[in-house]
C-alpha cells in the first residue's frame, strides 16, 4: 500500500528562523504528493505540489518543498517562520493509478514569538 | 475562492441512530469525497466517488456507509447505525477535472455519538 509517514508529531520554531517539517513516502511508481494545512476548525487547504520536473516546488505562503527520490522524502520548508505560520500540516499522496489521496497523520508546528 | 459547504456544522446523536451529512461541492467539479478526522489528528480516507458512483472506498466504509448525489449539487453521507467509535469530524472535499491534483474541503460536520 502506498503512504507518507509525517514522523514528528510537533515541530516547534522560533519566529523568523527557517522550518522544516518533514514527510517521507512510499510508493510504486513515480509519485504524486502534495501538502495541505489545516487552521483551527476549518478543513485542509492546499500548499503545494510535487507532480514532475524540478525538485524545489513553490506553493502559498512563501512555503516550498523539496523532492528527494533517493532518499524519498518531501520536506516542507519556509526560510523564515511567522506566527501566523502555526498550524497542522499533512503531507499527502495519490494513489497511483487512481484519485484516491492518503495523508500523514500530520504534524503540527508552533511558530513561538 | 469557491467553497465547499457542508451542513450542519456540528451533530449530536445517540448510538443506532441514522445520520445524514450533507455537502454542496463546488458547482463545476466532478469528483467527490469524505475524509473523517479522529481527535484533531489522523484524517482518514473514507470513500471517493465520481461519475455517479463510488471510485475507491476504505476499509472503515462498511455496509453501515452509503454515499449518494441526489440532485446533482449535493453529496450526502449517510450512517445507518451509528457507534461510539464513528465519533469524529467528518470532511467532504471535491477536485475539478481540470485539476485533479487539488482537493477542495469543507469546514466540516463534527459528529459526537452518544
Known amino acids: 500500500a502506498q503512504s507518507v509517514a509525517q514522523p514528528e508529531d510537533q515541530v516547534n520554531v522560533a519566529e523568523g528562523n527557517p522550518l522544516t517539517v518533514k514527510c517521507t513516502y512510499s510508493?510504486?511508481?513515480?509519485?504524486?504528493l502534495f501538502w495541505y494545512v489545516q487552521y483551527p476548525n476549518r478543513g485542509l487547504q492546499f500548499l503545494l505540489k510535487y507532480i514532475t520536473g524540478d525538485n524545489l516546488v513553490k506553493g502559498s505562503y512563501g512555503f516550498e518543498a523539496e523532492f528527494n527520490k533517493s532518499q524519498t522524502s518531501f520536506h516542507l520548508k519556509k526560510p523564515s517562520a511567522l506566527v501566523s505560520d502555526s498550524a497542522l500540516y499533512f503531507c499527502?499522496?495519490?494513489?497511483?493509478?487512481?484519485?484516491?489521496?492518503?495523508f500523514g497523520t500530520g504534524t503540527r508546528l508552533k511558530v513561538l514569538a | 475562492e469557491p467553497e465547499v459547504t457542508q451542513t450542519p456544522s456540528h451533530q449530536v446523536t445517540q448510538m443506532g441512530q441514522e445520520v445524514i451529512l450533507r455537502c454542496v461541492p463546488i458547482?463545476?467539479?466532478?469528483?467527490f469525497y469524505w475524509y473523517r478526522q479522529i481527535l484533531g489528528q489522523k484524517v482518514e480516507f473514507l470513500v471517493s466517488?465520481?461519475?455517479?458512483?463510488?471510485?475507491?472506498k476504505s476499509e472503515i466504509f462498511d455496509d453501515q456507509f452509503s454515499v449518494e448525489r441526489p440532485d446533482g449539487s449535493n453529496f450526502t453521507l449517510k450512517i445507518r447505525s451509528t457507534k461510539l467509535e464513528d465519533s469524529a469530524m467528518y470532511f467532504c472535499a471535491s477536485m475539478s477535472k481540470a485539476d485533479v491534483v487539488r482537493l477542495f474541503f469543507g469546514s466540516g460536520t463534527q459528529l459526537s455519538v452518544l
Open positions: 466517488f465520481y461519475n455517479n458512483e463510488i471510485s475507491e
Open positions: 458547482s463545476n467539479h466532478l469528483y
Open positions: 510508493v510504486s511508481g513515480n509519485p504524486y
Open positions: 499527502a499522496v495519490r494513489e497511483t493509478g487512481t484519485y484516491k489521496y492518503i
